[in-house]
């Protein structure tokens, strides 16, 4: 019995040093709490295959791995996924002004995929008034 508690102590040890002694448990602060938090998570993940189905939570892990957007555009169609995109930026430019839009779009367009638009900027002595990204 001495061992059995020996062992425990020591997975709480790691456990308060940050490392997942539980599979399911990451995130706990302690041997218990990684053990309560894999219970709950597991218990979740039941609660919700009865609710679906098990057809239907099969499906939901298939489209929790794509892409968010993929899915949504598969939902609306290439056209409808255009047009949701062209009233996000309207509704931008509505709460930024042309102006901010403007200088928004001039930042964005600076960026790359090893620099943001702001880091460029920065770099090349380009002036971006970021005072102008506030809401009207």
Known sequence: MASKQQSREELDEKAKQGETVVPGGTGGKS???????AEGRSKGGETRKEQLGTEGYKEMGHKGGSKGGETRKEQLGTEGYKEMGHKGGEARKEQLGTEGYKEMGRKGGLSTMEKSGGERAEEEGID???SKFTNK
């Not at 041997?31 to 938090?37: C, K, S, T, V």
Request: glycine share 0%.
């Open 31 to 37: 041997l218990e709490a990684q053990e309560h938090l």
């Open 128 to 130: 971006i008034d970021e």
